[in-house]
């Protein structure tokens, strides 16, 4: 399995209240993505980056914002957590770009109250 | 935009049998093409990636064929077994914004012993 941890893996945090998840990654991989899970939906890019301190959108980044300054770990952060925001949370990573096979993480289970 | 359907969503087998999940998509213009299984609370697990240029990948009691020209896949299991059962996804990267994934919503099989 690819060396990716994501933590916390539950949370629970109330409306207006700021979040970060971690995306951690043992494997030197290039590219690193955050997707959200939800019902009738699938899974949906937020934000990847393609480097250290390189990011860019995703369909759905309204509401996020993103940072990695190393290569191994790459951040999600909600800066005011709203209800619409209530989701499981993936990490995945890939050597290059998106034609390369992607690996992903256990998930973040994000409750907002 | 691209759109991936899987259809059924879901799917129930008796053990033993061979079968066949579907995953179509608007857009030909592919990289490539990839299969996930996602068990209940888990991450996914990539199972097959197919490069637009190939036609078929095949793992262990696994085989994926692509048809990129009418904007077909499918995922044949052969001799299913009761752990097979868990939901199967497949995504596809696009020569525009190939960044990312576009994933379906999954069929959800159950091999009943």
């Known amino acids: 399995d690819a060396g990716i941890t994501q933590s916390p893996r539950h949370k629970v945090t109330e409306t207006g209240t700021p979040v970060t998840l971690r995306c951690h990654q043992t494997?030197?991989?290039?590219?690193m993505y955050w997707y959200r899970q939800d019902p009738g939906h699938g899974l949906r890019l937020i934000h990847y980056?393609?480097?250290?301190?390189?990011?860019d959108k995703g369909e759905v980044s309204d509401g996020y914002s993103v940072s990695r300054s190393k290569t191994e770990d790459f951040l999600l952060t909600l800066e005011s957590a709203t209800s619409s925001q209530t989701s499981v949370y993936f990490c995945?990573?890939?050597?290059?770009?998106?034609?390369?096979?992607?690996?992903f993480g256990p998930g973040t289970r994000l409750t907002v109250l | 935009k691209q759109e991936v359907t899987q259809i059924p969503a879901a799917l129930s087998v008796p053990e033993g049998e061979n079968l066949v999940l579907n995953c179509s998509f608007t857009?030909?213009?592919?990289?490539?093409l990839q299969w996930f299984r996602q068990d209940p609370g888990k991450g996914l697990t990539s199972l097959l990636l197919i490069q637009s240029s190939q036609r078929e990948q095949t793992s262990g009691r696994l085989n994926a064929s692509l048809d990129k020209s009418s904007g077909r896949s499918t995922l044949y299991i052969a001799a299913s077994q009761p752990g097979d059962s868990a939901t199967y996804l497949c995504?596809?990267?696009?020569?525009?914004?190939?960044?990312?994934?576009?994933f379906g919503t999954g069929t959800r099989l159950t091999i009943i012993p």
């Open positions: 995504a596809v990267t696009t020569n525009f914004g190939n960044e990312k994934l576009t």
């Open positions: 494997e030197n991989h290039r590219y």
């Open positions: 995945a990573i890939s050597e290059g770009a998106g034609y390369n096979e992607q690996f």
């Open positions: 857009d030909s213009a592919i990289y490539n």
């Open positions: 980056s393609y480097g250290v301190k390189d990011t």
